[in-house]
């Protein structure tokens, strides 16, 4: 990080507590994390890549009950032990930790049953189908002295990284406003191979497996809003439909939310799946600058004068017509510039986060010590989802409520 221009180790840890998770990487070479894979999908696939990179990691146990996610695992970790069922993975002692990559609605009974069984645990985002689900799980979590991590890799990607610093740091004043957008042009639907249901394969479709966009998108970028306030929406607003992508789809295709925090401003959340011109993004918009972070780039509110030709057009339209009772001039200098804005960083990181997010989870299976605030993060992000998504659907404004609130570091002033 610091050879891409980033920020010192006090301040990242500062911005980042998280990164405390590999305070002791030095001491802890020769060691090794030894994983367990629930759900070797394609997700499961994905982080799998990346874990079978690191030395101090060995996947010792996979679990699925489709086939063909079983061969592709072995294809990444052959020495790895088959399981159909779960619960016998998680009585396998030679697991220290697993990895939840299953739908959303299963990782409830797998990341409960996860830690009664002594492991440390890795679950993919959202963390549970429901609020409560989401707060038992948790509670289990701590009442576990384990680890517990959650798939929210932005936490670890340099971009968003120094993006918060910057923010933290008052480079860009008070925030006024959060804008977060995730649009795409497909139907989320993956086709459907021979020995598979349609259930089996687009889950996240189907409403008893899926919150759609809210779990499986906006979770992300929620985050990002929590990160960059060090605090959580006081409530939640919005509305969902289903308009474009209506065949075979039981969860909305565009949804569109507004959360407020405790000092009026807002957060606003949208998402088609019908036009992805504008793509995704999180706008962070401040009194001195506005930060882009997916884009790796800052902007300044004031910037360079106006080219010297628009200057002077400016200067005799000024002469022409600066004794005329106009309430001001048609031309204005700013309006002509192009705001190119700078650079989050000097070099392109490789990657979103999910490496850096997996090393530590195996730091922190290793060590077995938690680092701050990584699962409060995931976990409100999970229930900032779930709660708009039911504003959504009871079409009404929600307020976060008490029982669902777990302590939570507010670095204010």
């Known amino acids: 990080m610091k050879q891409m221009g980033m920020i010192s180790g006090g301040v990242l840890l500062a911005t980042s507590p998280w990164f405390s998770a590999f305070s002791e990487q030095k001491h802890t070479v020769g060691s090794k994390a030894r994983i367990g894979i629930i759900g070797p999908g394609s997700r499961g696939q994905h982080l799998m890549s990346f874990l079978v990179q690191n030395p101090k990691v060995e996947i010792v146990a996979v679990c699925d009950t489709f086939r063909p996610s079983i061969d592709a695992a072995l294809k990444m970790a052959p020495k790895a032990k088959v399981y159909t069922d779960y619960k016998k993975l998680l009585d396998d002692k ?28 890795f679950c993919e985002k959202s963390i549970a189908y429901s609020m409560d689900e989401t707060h038992k799980i948790y509670k289990k979590y701590k009442d576990s002295e384990k680890i517990f991590f959650v798939g929210q890799q932005r936490m670890f990607d340099p971009r968003y990284i120094h993006a918060i610093e910057m923010v933290h740091s008052g480079e860009f004043g008070e925030i006024g406003g959060i804008r977060t957008f995730w649009h795409r042009n497909n139907d989320w639907r993956r086709p459907v191979p021979a020995g598979a249901t349609d259930k089996q ?15 499986e998108l906006a979770c992300h970028q929620l985050q990002i809003g929590t990160w960059a306030m ?30 407020v925090f405790e000092n009026g401003v807002k957060m606003n959340y949208d998402s088609v799946l019908s036009n992805k011109f504008y793509g995704l993004e999180e706008q962070i918009l401040c009194h001195k600058g506005t930060i882009e972070p997916e884009k790796s780039k800052y902007y300044y509110e004031e ?24 309430a001001g001039t048609s031309w204005v200098p700013e309006t002509a510039n192009v705001n190119e804005g700078h650079y989050l960083l000097d070099k392109k990181p490789e990657g979103d986060g999910t490496s850096l997010m997996l090393e530590a989870f195996a ?49 204010k002033k």
């Open 94 to 121: 030679n697991v220290d930790a697993v990895v939840i990559a299953t739908p959303l609605h299963e990782h409830y009974d797998m990341a409960m049953d996860a830690f009664d069984a002594g492991k440390h645990v």
């Open 201 to 215: 394969i687009n889950w996240r479709l189907y409403r008893d497996c899926s919150k759609g966009i809210m779990t």
């Open 230 to 259: 060090r605090e959580i929406p006081k409530k939640v607003m919005g509305h969902g439909a289903l308009t474009f992508w209506t065949e075979k789809r039981e969860v909305w295709d565009n949804v569109s939310c507004i959360y």
């Open 303 to 326: 910037i360079p004068p106006a080219p010297a030709f628009l200057q002077m057009i400016n200067d005799v339209e000024n002469a022409l017509f600066g004794s005329m009772p106009f």
């Open 363 to 411: 730091e922190a299976v290793i060590t077995q010590k938690q680092p701050a605030l990584i699962a409060e993060e995931g976990y409100y992000a999970t229930q900032l989802s779930l709660l708009g998504h039911q504003a959504m659907k009871e079409e009404r404004t929600l307020t976060f409520p008490e029982q669902y609130k777990i302590e939570y570091l507010n670095h």
